[in-house]
C-alpha cells in the first residue's frame, strides 16, 4: 500500500522528510526497510545556525550529496531497488530536453533544493506542458487567518486531492527564476538536487 506523503514536524526538517517522501512516492509501505528510515534522519539535518545551535540551519548540501552516495550504496548492500544522483549548479535546470525535466518525465521524483524566501527542500513527482507538480512538507492550511499571501500570486496553485503526489502546481517560469521569492531555484550556485528511481532488482544483482 502506498502511504500519503508526510509533512515537516519542525521548521527544519524539509530536507530528510522529502528524502523519506521520495521512498514513500515511490515504494509500498511493505517495501520499505526501517533501517533506510532511520539514517536518513540520522544523517540529515547536519547544519548549524550561526548561534551555533545544531539542526536549526537544516539540512546542507554536503549531507544531501553524501545521502546519494550512502543510499546507492544500501541499494547495492541490501538489494533495494534504488537509485540516486545529486546535481547542482547549471544542471539544475526545468525545461524540455534537460536532465531534470526528462528523469521526471521517465518516472523519477527528484528532491529539490528552492526558496520559499529562505532555503527549503521540496519533492517534485510530475511535470506537465509548462508546470511542475510537487509536494511540500511545509503544511499550510488555504483558508487558516494566518495563511502567507505570497502563495497567491501567478505562477503558484494548491492542489487538495492528490495527498501521495502532489500538493502544489508551480510554472516552470517561476521555478527556473534566478531569485528567491517563493518556489523559484535561485542563482546557479544555490541550485542543487537528489534524483531518485525506482531500479528493477535484476539490474541491482548484476552489480554484485
Known amino acids: 500500500m502506498k502511504n500519503y506523503l508526510n509533512y515537516?514536524?519542525?521548521?527544519f526538517d524539509c530536507g530528510p522528510v522529502s528524502l523519506l517522501n521520495g521512498v514513500r512516492y515511490l515504494f509500498d509501505r511493505e517495501e520499505i526497510p526501517p533501517d533506510l528510515v532511520k539514517f536518513?534522519?540520522?544523517?540529515?539535518?547536519?547544519?548549524?545556525?550561526?548561534?551555533?545551535?545544531l539542526c536549526k540551519s537544516?539540512?546542507?548540501?554536503?549531507?544531501?550529496?553524501?545521502?546519494?552516495?550512502w543510499m546507492n550504496d544500501f541499494s547495492q548492500?541490501?538489494?533495494?531497488?534504488?537509485?540516486?544522483?545529486f546535481l547542482g549548479l547549471e544542471d539544475i535546470v526545468f525545461e524540455k530536453g534537460h536532465r531534470v525535466y526528462e528523469?521526471?518525465?521517465q518516472g523519477g521524483v527528484v528532491v529539490l533544493h528552492l526558496f520559499l524566501e529562505v532555503p527549503h527542500y521540496v519533492l517534485v513527482t510530475d511535470v506537465e506542458e509548462d508546470?511542475?507538480?510537487?509536494?511540500?512538507?511545509?503544511y499550510e492550511e488555504y483558508d487558516a487567518p494566518d495563511f502567507d499571501q505570497e502563495y497567491l500570486v501567478d505562477g503558484i496553485s494548491f492542489i487538495f486531492d492528490q495527498p501521495k503526489?502532489?500538493?502544489?502546481?508551480?510554472?516552470?517560469?517561476?521555478l527556473n527564476r534566478f531569485t528567491t521569492g517563493y518556489y523559484e531555484m535561485?542563482?546557479?550556485?544555490?541550485?542543487?538536487?537528489?534524483?531518485?528511481?525506482?531500479?528493477s532488482q535484476e539490474a541491482i544483482s548484476q552489480k554484485d
Open 131 to 138: 508546470h511542475v507538480l510537487l509536494f511540500d512538507p511545509y
Open 40 to 53: 536518513i534522519m540520522l544523517y540529515c539535518m547536519d547544519a548549524y545556525n550561526s548561534k551555533g545551535e
Open 186 to 199: 535561485g542563482p546557479y550556485e544555490c541550485r542543487e538536487a537528489v534524483l531518485i528511481e525506482r531500479t
Open 165 to 174: 503526489k502532489a500538493n502544489r502546481r508551480v510554472s516552470l517560469e517561476r
Open 103 to 105: 528523469f521526471i518525465k
Open 77 to 85: 548492500n541490501k538489494n533495494f531497488p534504488i537509485n540516486c544522483t
Open 8 to 11: 515537516q514536524s519542525t521548521e
Open 58 to 69: 537544516g539540512t546542507s548540501w554536503a549531507a544531501m550529496r553524501f545521502m546519494a552516495k
